[in-house]
């Protein structure tokens, strides 16, 4: 699955588009990782690890960021956006502990969460930009 940013996600947010494409970039980092690897995952779970928890750890920060924005602009539908942010937070760090807990004799299963979180990433995060902030765009009137 390719994930590149794409100009359609812009929401005109300086701020938030330059977040949005650092997600992109880390979920394609995840993404080639995976491909260049498939086979021998297992050899390099702690690089795998570490972009599993650098995307998580950004996504959260994005994510803060995003809210404190809409909410400085009174955007009416925060609580609901926020609840689609945690609801996304919880699967990462399922994913995350699913990744840490992995043992290390197991490819297949390793193959197969890695395929099943790229695969939900560029899902969600598509369609969250594309529908979710894209509803708040008009209400900012000024950034952070």
Do not use: C
């Not at 970039?25 to 690890?49: P, V």
């Not at 390793?110 to 790229?118: G, K, P, Q, R």
């Amino acid at each position: 699955m390719s994930i590149e940013w794409k100009d359609s996600y812009k929401t005109n947010i300086i701020e938030v588009d330059t977040q949005h494409q650092r997600l992109f970039t880390l979920m394609e980092e995840l993404d080639s990782l995976y491909h260049a690897h498939k086979g021998s995952l297992i050899k390099n779970l702690s690089s795998i690890r570490k972009a599993v928890s650098e995307l998580e750890q950004y996504t959260i920060s994005h994510f803060l960021i995003e809210e404190r924005i809409m909410e400085e602009n009174n955007y009416p539908d925060l609580e609901n956006h926020k609840l689609q942010h945690d609801k996304f937070t919880d699967k990462i760090l399922e994913f995350k502990e699913k990744i840490n807990n992995h043992t290390e004799n197991d490819e297949a299963t390793l193959d197969e969460n890695l395929d099943h979180i790229l695969k939900f990433l560029g899902t969600w995060l598509t369609n969250h930009i594309m529908i979710k902030d894209m509803d708040y765009k008009p209400y900012i009137k000024h950034v952070l």
